[in-house]
């Protein structure tokens, strides 16, 4: 079930809310050992409070929280009170959070019970989840393949049915990438609706900070709209799609994309012909955008990134580096040291920087009224879920290929777009293929009921049985 069902049947006392945690505690128990997905659990205090919630229902209190007794789950980058916020760092496995983030607080007002946090990357600081703290996590559809990241715990946990729904967060692709490679649906908001405090590391550079967004992942459009409504305490306006124009990214543009993924492109599209006018475009920008995005990035080289990684450890960045791959034996995983390396590369100047300030608010206006009535399909990814380390090689050379497979993510962040990641079918080898929704601000609910209509055509979320 997805959240909005299991709530329902909830609230009228078709399930109990113990039922519902017994099952998915069983359930990651019997497949966490082998994706990696969950890190930390609450199992005890999640049992308890769905007891308590039981109770109060046989009591005849009333429980009106859009969530109430639903269990979730959290990705490891947000203060949940009495957990671990380590980012996947050795020295900080023993940092306990006093208090929620401010996100996770709305969903436990809500009456969401907290299942346990989900693992990321060093920091979420790669597209790929895998740190020395809690190890690699794997994608349940192939064990071989990645999870993507930096929410690769969450896709992971949600792909096989670990928890009803989930939280997450994305500065380059971090929720749509899983979403992605694991076959979820997943929903990263416009800049600035969410609350990022308690989340980790905090982003406090003006141009990183409008290209984060904290969303949910999950089985269904419906729940995205559901939490999204919840954290952000935004009512998106009623539209009717017939107002908008859907356009889908042209096959002429000069970045690589599977032939897998082309054909369900064309599949959506013929689909959309029926019902709504649709055309083939570059929307504005979109050949700029993955520069903008790793040099907005770059923009301090990472410097507060190096201080948490390495504030117990006196070894230059590049020595651990190095020593990781001679040894193995460094404290910080090498996509995170390399990364930063990679950072102090292509850090901008000054001058630079002003020019990416005065784009970016030229940039603001003109997709402002581009995007007032229209709706953008997009790839996520120029291919499925790859081997573990591929997708690493591809966003992190020094021979800049980000420029090639960065675009279809970078456009939502470096803009500060809402946009939904959608499952809407399989490669040849059985992997999920999603696409991207995207407009501006204020246009969520067409972003929606868009997504609504190709789910139910392409049957959007299956479940992962694999490790059934």
């Known amino acids: 079930m997805d959240a909005t069902a299991l709530a329902e049947k909830l609230r009228n006392g078709k399930l109990t809310s113990i039922e519902a945690v017994t099952t998915y505690i069983e359930h990651i128990q019997k497949t966490n050992p ?27 209190k009333k429980q009106n929280g859009k969530l109430a007794g639903v269990p979730i789950s959290v990705k490891e980058a947000f203060n949940v009170a009495n957990m671990k916020t380590t980012g996947g760092l050795e020295h900080r496995q023993d940092l306990i959070a006093r208090d929620h983030a401010e996100v996770i607080q709305k969903l436990r007002d809500e009456g969401a019970i907290i299942l346990g946090k989900t693992n990321t990357p060093a920091l979420s600081y790669c597209q790929e989840t895998d740190n020395k703290l809690y190890g690699r996590t794997n994608n349940p559809w192939n064990l071989n393949k990645s999870a993507g990241g930096s929410s690769g715990g969450e896709g992971a946990l949600l792909a096989v049915g670990g928890a009803s729904v989930g939280i997450a967060s994305d500065i380059g692709g971090s929720i749509r990438i899983p979403s992605h490679f694991n076959g979820v649906v997943g929903f990263k908001p416009g800049m600035y609706k969410v609350s990022s405090v308690g989340h980790y590391p905090e982003i406090t550079q003006p141009l990183q900070e409008r290209m984060l967004g904290i969303g949910p992942m999950g089985k269904s459009v419906r729940d995205m709209e559901l939490v999204y409504r919840i954290i ?69 080289g990472s410097a507060k990134i ?150 139910r055509k392409f049957h959007g979320y299956n479940r992962c049985k694999r490790l059934d």
């Open 34 to 60: 082998q994706i990696n997905a969950l890190v930390e659990d609450r199992f005890e205090e999640a049992t308890a409070e769905a007891l308590q919630f039981d109770e109060n229902q046989r009591n005849g």
């Open 232 to 300: 952000s305490d935004s009512s998106p306006k009623t539209v009717f799609l017939k107002e908008y124009k859907i356009e889908l990214i042209s096959e002429q543009v000069n970045y690589p994309l599977a032939d897998s993924t082309k054909n369900m492109m064309r599949a959506i599209e013929d689909f959309l012909d029926q019902l709504i006018y649709t055309k083939r475009g570059v929307p504005p920008l979109f050949d700029e955008t993955a520069l903008l995005w790793q040099e907005i990035m770059s923009i301090d």
């Open 306 to 455: 190096e201080q948490e990684a390495f504030s117990h450890d006196r070894s230059p960045v590049f020595r651990s580096y190095m020593r990781e791959r001679i040894t193995k034996n460094s404290k910080v995983h090498p996509y995170l040291s390399w990364a930063i390396l990679g950072s102090k590369m292509f850090k901008p100047s000054r001058r630079r920087i002003n020019e990416i300030k005065e784009t970016i608010n030229r940039g603001d206006e003109w997709l402002d009224d581009y995007l007032s009535n229209r709706l953008l399909i997009l790839p996520v990814y120029h291919t499925t879920a790859p081997a573990h380390g591929q997708v690493f090689k591809e966003i992190f050379s020094i021979r800049k290929t980000f420029l090639q497979f960065m675009p279809y993510v970078a456009y939502a962040n470096v803009w500060g777009l809402p946009a939904l990641t959608l499952p809407v079918g399989r490669d040849e080898n059985g992997m999920p293929i999603s696409i991207q929704i995207i407009s501006s601000t204020g246009n969520e609910n067409a972003i929606f009921r868009l997504g609504s209509i190709i789910e």
